[in-house]
């Protein structure tokens, strides 16, 4: 009995209903590199007016220093460039240290952690999320939803992050169907 050959152009199927919303489950397993990825997103997200306001002022603050460094000549041009540049750095880490721990306090707390397998399926217009330490919902139209090379970042009105990545068990039929439902909503 010979099977019929597969058409690769024929189209994915449909996420037009309610029914097939609740088909897409995706399960993976978090790894450090993933979580760290969707970390610098939320982290560019999650306060993007204060993290302007801070980069003006570091900016700022950075000249000035800059050229009260040149006009004592004490320095020289390169030198007092990269005491500005590393300074500027340190102090822009050093605003991001508390949200990056509170950060990872609220994920491990969410059951999120390296090496935690998880489970994202979305129904009745909200997204569930299965941890090692339990389920957890989220209504979609709470959600903000970014693209990252990795995969797709969640983040709620909590002050937590979900991260939806590309490599995962399941196909990138069933991927592609689940992002587009949570969008979609």
Aim: hydrophobic fraction near 40%; charge should be positive.
């Amino acid at each position: 009995m010979t099977q019929d050959p597969i058409n690769p152009y024929q189209p994915v199927a449909s996420v037009a209903h309610e029914s097939e919303h609740t088909l897409s489950e995706i399960q993976f397993r978090l790894t450090r590199r993933i979580l760290r990825a969707g970390e610098s997103k939320y982290l560019t997200h999650s306060s993007s007016n204060r993290r302007i306001i801070d980069s003006l002022v570091i900016i700022a603050l950075s000249t000035v220093i800059f050229i009260v460094a040149l006009s004592y000549g004490k320095y020289p041009f390169v030198t007092s460039l990269f005491m500005t540049l590393w300074g500027a750095a340190f102090v822009y880490s050093a605003l991001l240290r508390r949200s990056k721990i509170e950060c990872r306090e609220n994920l491990s707390r969410y059951g999120m952690v390296d090496g935690a397998v998880c489970t994202v399926f979305m129904s009745a217009g909200q997204v569930t999320l299965t941890t090692p330490v339990g389920t957890f919902h989220w209504l979609t139209n709470n959600l903000k939803i970014y693209r990252t090379p990795k995969g797709h970042v969640l983040l709620p009105r909590e002050r937590v992050f979900l991260i939806i990545p590309k490599t995962n068990d399941s196909t990138r039929a069933e991927y592609k169907q689940l992002i587009k439902a949570i969008k979609s909503h």
